[in-house]
């Protein structure tokens, strides 16, 4: 089973050319970082970057990097830098597995724009990421500008602000708009 597991991590790591460490920079900037638990705008207890506490696997998780769930729950314990990118690293596979179920040509996407797509299903969810089907055919159908408009007039926009409007221009433009 964990052979299993490290080969197909490892057959992902060829196929994804998504600049990992750029992602954690953006991840970083969009969701904060914090080292200790906190509520999350939607009420969850959260710690790292955006690790929702309350998920059926938390335990587990925090137990792998080296943490004790009760502690962290009771604000006992801080994660350290290289304990908070590790609860990243483990849901970074799926993100990406549920960017490319998303989007058809997702592998064929820069680096850019692969990265606005996984900043969205990390953000939102793949459920509410699916809902935004005038972006993803606009993005499966590389008309990029198209893409961007969409997401801008969506009510996650209007939630998300500035994290919206610079992934709109990493869309719409192809470039960087952070210096990571």
């Given at each position: 089973?964990?052979?299993?597991?490290?080969?197909?991590?490892?057959?992902?790591?060829i196929l994804?050319?998504?600049?990992?460490?750029?992602?954690?920079?953006?991840?970083?900037?969009?969701?904060?970082v914090r080292?200790?638990?906190?509520r999350?705008?939607t009420?969850?207890?959260?710690?790292?970057?955006?690790?929702?506490?309350?998920?059926?696997?938390?335990?587990?998780?925090?137990?792998?990097?080296?943490?004790?769930y009760?502690?962290?729950?009771?604000?006992?314990?801080?994660?350290?830098?290289?304990?908070?990118?590790?609860?990243?690293?483990?849901?970074?596979?799926?993100?990406?597995?549920?960017?490319?179920?998303?989007?058809?040509?997702?592998?064929?996407?820069?680096d850019?724009?692969?990265?606005?797509?996984?900043?969205?299903v990390f953000?939102l969810?793949?459920?509410k990421?699916?809902?935004?089907?005038?972006?993803?055919?606009h993005?499966?159908?590389?008309?990029?500008g198209?893409?961007?408009d969409?997401?801008?007039?969506?009510?996650?926009?209007?939630?998300?602000?500035?994290?919206a409007?610079?992934l709109?221009?990493?869309?719409?433009?192809n470039?960087?708009v952070?210096?990571?």
């Amino acid at each position: 089973m964990i052979y299993s597991l490290i080969l197909v991590s490892l057959i992902l790591l060829i196929l994804i050319n998504m600049d990992r460490d750029k992602f954690w920079k953006q991840i970083k900037i969009h969701e904060g970082v914090r080292s200790k638990v906190y509520r999350d705008t939607t009420g969850h207890r959260t710690i790292g970057v955006g690790f929702n506490l309350e998920r059926a696997d938390a335990e587990q998780v925090l137990r792998s990097v080296g943490a004790n769930y009760q502690d962290v729950i009771r604000g006992e314990y801080e994660l350290s830098n290289d304990q908070m990118r590790l609860l990243f690293e483990y849901d970074l596979a799926t993100i990406e597995d549920e960017a490319r179920r998303a989007i058809s040509n997702y592998d064929e996407l820069s680096d850019i724009r692969q990265r606005v797509v996984c900043d969205m299903v990390f953000n939102l969810g793949l459920t509410k990421f699916l809902k935004f089907k005038a972006t993803r055919n606009h993005i499966e159908h590389e008309r990029f500008g198209r893409a961007a408009d969409h997401m801008l007039e969506s009510k996650w926009a209007n939630q998300v602000k500035g994290r919206a409007r610079m992934l709109a221009n990493m869309m719409r433009y192809n470039n960087d708009v952070y210096d990571l």
